[in-house]
T-cell receptor, first 109, second 115 residues
Framework: DAKTTQPNSMESNEEEPVHLPCNHSTISGTDYIHWYRQLPSQGPEYVIHGLTSNVNNRMASLAIAEDRKSSTLILHRATLRDAAVYYCILKDTGNQFYFGTGTSLTVIP | EAGVVQSPRYKIIEKKQPVAFWCNPISGHNTLYWYRQNLGQGPELLIRYENEEAVDDSQLPKDRFSAERLKGVDSTLKIQPAELGDSAVYLC?????????????FGEGSRLTVL
């Protein structure tokens, strides 16, 4: 199973942009990059995903490096409700989702 | 659309007792996953079903854990007998592969405490 590497924790001030990095140097050509987040006492929820091109949705943006060995989840204006653990996951063609330990994001008022 | 439903939300048992968790996925979702999440860790895949077939159970401790997904809808995860190290949150997720993004939808989880 492919692996991802993320910082254990990050902090951001409220209403400022947040860039959450992820390294996935062993990614294969068919792996999708998915991001999920987990609020306290809840199951993870989908944030965004991409293959090669940068992606935007109402929650966040995903910037994917040209060699696909790293990606960055961008929250444009962090709010207190964005405090969560963010997981970067590689999804293979076999529908497998392997979670790492994620990045715990603290948002400072 | 109703989300993934899990029960019970909380369960406290003594070691060596049996326990079962139930999951009702989102209607039409053919793929179902059971994950275990220890405190401070990411979810760990236990088993994945495609319809009623278990296609990946390599991480399921088969000496004490069992799972079933009858008729390809609801699923049950059982532990017998439970050990202290089984204390964790058991998460169920479902997805509809081949349609849309194929993302996972998780339930709120079942928190197990083994005394």
């Amino acid at each position: 199973d492919a692996k991802t590497t993320q910082p254990n924790s990050m902090e951001s001030n409220e209403e400022e942009p947040v860039h959450l990095p992820c390294n996935h140097s062993t990614i294969s050509g068919t792996d999708y990059i998915h991001w999920y987040r987990q609020l306290p006492s809840q199951g993870p929820e989908y944030v965004i995903h991409g293959l090669t091109s940068n992606v935007n949705n109402r929650m966040a943006s995903l910037a994917i490096a040209e060699d696909r060995k790293s990606s960055t989840l961008i929250l444009h204006r962090a709010t207190l409700r964005d405090a969560a653990v963010y997981y970067c996951i590689l999804k293979d063609t076999g529908n497998q989702f392997y979670f790492g330990t994620g990045t715990s994001l603290t948002v400072i008022p | 659309e109703a989300g993934v439903v899990q029960s019970p939300r909380y369960k406290i048992i003594e070691k060596k007792q049996p326990v079962a968790f139930w999951c009702n996925p989102i209607s039409g979702h053919n793929t179902l996953y059971w994950y275990r999440q220890n405190l401070g860790q990411g979810p760990e895949l236990l088993i994945r079903y495609e319809n009623e077939e278990a296609v990946d159970d390599s991480q399921l401790p088969k000496d004490r854990f069992s799972a079933e997904r009858l008729k390809g809808v609801d699923s049950t995860l059982k532990i017998q007998p439970a050990e202290l190290g089984d204390s964790a949150v058991y998460l169920c997720a479902s997805s509809r592969q081949g349609v849309g993004t194929g993302e996972l939808f998780f339930g709120e989880g079942s928190r197990l405490t083994v005394l």
